[in-house]
């Protein structure tokens, strides 16, 4: 195991996710201006829809890295083709299960859950309609990814997803030049989809060319991926709603002024996680292939180098945070603003340390097969975190609600690095006794 490789499909992750944040930024003033408020409103919920569904793959995409990953080390090599293709086809009829869901439910939100202006119901009712065709297509392209990821080629991933990220902002930007109606847009981005599925098929192919696939669904292989994808599927489910959470408590308890003030300087702060999750999605391939102890000796070395480096990018980033938060907030937005907002900042920032550090632990215990810890845990911070956001929000109001997510991120941290420590000397201790 190459650390110096980890350190360069790291880059190549985080290049990958940055450039459409670039494009996003520079695009979406311009698309906001040509569709109006509403249309555009419309636009942002169908990227999170579209988005929400990416987890409509049940983890599948990452329990195909786990799986293959480990199949590439084994002795006994077996054609991968019986593991991807039945994996697809699940993921074919789940994309389909979906996407059938929300062209059945468009009209009930549409007419009963949306306040929508007259002229834009039937548009809004079409769109929606269009996202469901556009689910298979998602749910399809999240497994192809983690069939390319099993094989480490980030670089051709990332050289991928780059103009496949650019084309979901620029696509509607070109439209709107011509028409603000929904339609069109639409359309554009369904065929953004298509193409980006297609392109990791082939991207899939390159990467296991002799796989011969077999549609074939054998039960205790699908079984195997199904309940480890199950189980990373709850952490990817709490873990969004431990995320947003705060917000709507501030909105409730407090004001939603208060989630102004909360949500800006979290929203800022947060983007310091993509380089954790450039990092970790290195390092899942990495050490699920780590099987004879060598492999599991550089492992545990990777380890501890991913955590000194995301400590090295992160920390000096977060000190300049929380000694520059008052100043940089007063002169972007205004000194009241930054009055109510930099303390959150600050202590924001503690917390997006520990959860960018806590994300080398996680990845190692998914990659071990173990991902129901990860899920468990996350299953008993729940109730914990919630009661403790309503008592600091109702004591505190914006830094109560800060307090609060920093907490919970420290003791997730603090959980997982000792759950990730007893599984390495565990498996060491084991592997000695082989020997």
């Known amino acids: 195991m190459d650390f110096h490789r980890i350190a360069r499909n790291s880059s190549w992750n985080l290049l990958g996710q940055v450039t459409p944040l670039a494009a996003a930024f520079l695009c979406i003033p311009s698309i906001l201006r040509g569709m109006g408020d509403a249309r555009f409103g419309v ?34 090599q077996s054609d991968p083709g019986h593991t991807i293709g039945p994996a697809l086809l699940v993921l074919a009829g789940l994309g ?10 468009a009209p009930w939100l549409v007419h009963r859950v949306l306040r929508l202006p007259p002229d834009l119901v039937t548009e809004t009712e079409w769109a929606l309609r269009v996202i469901g065709v556009t689910v298979p297509f ?9 069939v390319v990821e099993a094989r480490q080629m980030f670089r051709d991933l990332n050289l991928l997803r780059i103009p496949v990220g650019l084309l979901g902002y620029v696509g509607p930007w070109i439209v709107v030049q011509f028409s603000p109606k929904l339609e069109a847009t639409m359309v554009v981005l369904l065929g953004v989809r298509v193409v980006g599925a297609v392109a990791h098929a082939w991207l899939a192919r390159r990467a296991f060319p002799n796989a011969c696939l077999r549609w074939r669904v054998r039960i205790p292989e699908l079984r195997a991926l199904l309940v480890s994808g199950g189980w990373m599927t709850v952490s990817n489910v709490i873990g969004p709603i431990m995320v947003n959470m705060d917000r709507f408590v501030l909105g409730a308890m407090v004001s939603v002024t208060a989630v102004a003030f909360y949500a800006t300087p979290y929203e800022i702060v947060t983007r310091l996680l993509t380089v954790s999750a450039a990092v970790s999605a290195a390092l899942f391939p ?12 550089q492992a545990r070395q990777s380890y501890g180098r991913a955590i000194v480096l995301l400590f090295a990018i992160l920390g000096p980033g977060v000190l300049a945070i929380i000694v520059g938060a008052q100043w940089g907030l007063s002169r972007w937005l205004s000194p009241d ?15 997006v340390l520990l959860n960018s550090l806590a994300t080398v632990p996680f990845t190692w215990i998914q990659a071990a097969g173990m991902p129901r810890i990860t899920a468990l845990v996350h299953i008993l911070e729940l109730p914990l975190y919630l009661v403790l956001l309503w008592t600091l929000v109702r004591v505190d109001g914006i830094r109560g609600a800060a307090i609060a997510w920093t907490a919970r991120v420290a003791l997730d941290a603090a959980i997982l690095a000792w759950i990730a420590r007893r599984l390495m000397s565990t498996t060491e201790d084991g592997a000695s006794r082989a020997t």
């Open 43 to 76: 636009l942002t919920l169908a990227w999170m829809i579209v988005g929400y569904f990416s987890f409509f793959d049940l983890g599948l995409g990452r329990a195909l890295t786990h799986v293959l990953s480990i199949q590439g080390t084994s002795k006994k």
């Open 96 to 105: 389909a299960a979906g996407g059938l869901v929300m062209a059945l439910v």
């Open 138 to 146: 998602v749910t399809l392209t999240s497994g192809l990814r983690g």
């Open 286 to 297: 990495s050490f699920s292939s780590a099987q004879d102890p060598k492999e599991f000796a």
């Open 337 to 351: 603003f930054a009055l109510e907002s930099a303390p959150v900042l600050r202590i924001l920032a503690v917390g």
